[in-house]
């Protein structure tokens, strides 16, 4: 079976400054690995993705995450908070080798950035 | 600029009614989605087709629920009859899967809010 885990329901940073976002994912195979956003009332938005390659991926509004296979993590990362980056924040992951095709998501984390 | 759509954005319908949910995949995707959000249980994966069959709708009540493709345009979910737990946010997504990869993230479209009273 494939599972994420977002432990933290909230996290809060002042604007400006550096932000983390937490995912594990358990896979039994090898994992495919997505962050999305969602803003109020719309769909969810792709910000980024690790399929092979360089364990640091580059994504959408400068956000970045850095794939951990020793700790199953691809925690998300920006530099610099902005107020505008405050939403809901989900990673998910696609075990290829099981079969499942779909993707399974995490719990989600609220970004919440204050001026 | 292509996108997934879902109609209808908003339902309100009473308990024991038939409700149709729509969705249109970005052309040439072959994979379709349908995904459940509430606040109690996130994101939970109802359904999904490819290439128009059904692969797996395990997450979904088979006693009220029942996912299509009638062709690769439209994708619908019914829910007869509709009960209030069933009130949540569907949302439908698209993508690309090639030799078993999914070949492009999840487009998602941006959801239906069904509220059941």
């Known amino acids: 079976a494939q599972s994420v885990a977002q432990p933290e329901d909230q996290v809060n940073v002042a604007e400006g400054n550096p932000l983390t976002v937490k995912c594990t994912y358990s896979?039994?195979?090898?994992?495919?690995l997505f962050w999305y956003v969602q803003y109020p009332n719309r769909g969810l938005q792709f910000l980024l993705k690790?399929?092979?390659?360089?364990?640091l991926v580059k994504g959408s509004y400068g956000f970045e995450a850095e794939f951990n296979k020793s700790q199953t993590s691809f925690h998300l990362k920006k530099p610099s908070a902005l107020v505008s980056d405050s939403a809901l924040y989900f990673c998910a992951v696609r075990d290829l080798d099981t079969g499942r095709r779909a993707l399974t998501f995490g719990s989600g984390t609220r970004l919440q950035v204050q001026p | 600029d292509a996108r997934v759509t879902q109609t209808p954005r908003h339902k309100v319908t009473e308990m024991g009614q038939e409700v149709t949910m729509r969705c249109q995949p970005i052309l040439g995707h072959n994979t379709v989605f349908w995904y459940r959000q509430t606040m109690m249980q996130g994101l939970e994966l109802l359904a999904y087709?490819?290439?128009?069959?059904?692969?797996?709708d395990s997450g979904m009540p088979k006693d009220r629920f029942s996912a299509e493709m009638p062709d690769a345009t439209l994708a619908t979910l019914k829910i007869q009859p509709s009960e209030p737990r069933d009130s949540a946010v569907y949302f439908c997504?698209?993508?690309?899967?090639?030799?078993?990869?999914?070949?492009?993230?999840?487009?998602f479209g941006q959801g239906t809010r069904l509220t059941v009273v």
């Open positions: 896979v039994s195979g090898n994992p495919y």
């Open positions: 997504a698209s993508g690309l899967v090639l030799g078993g990869v999914l070949n492009t993230e999840a487009f």
């Open positions: 087709f490819r290439n128009r069959a059904p692969l797996d």
């Open positions: 690790y399929i092979t390659g360089d364990n």
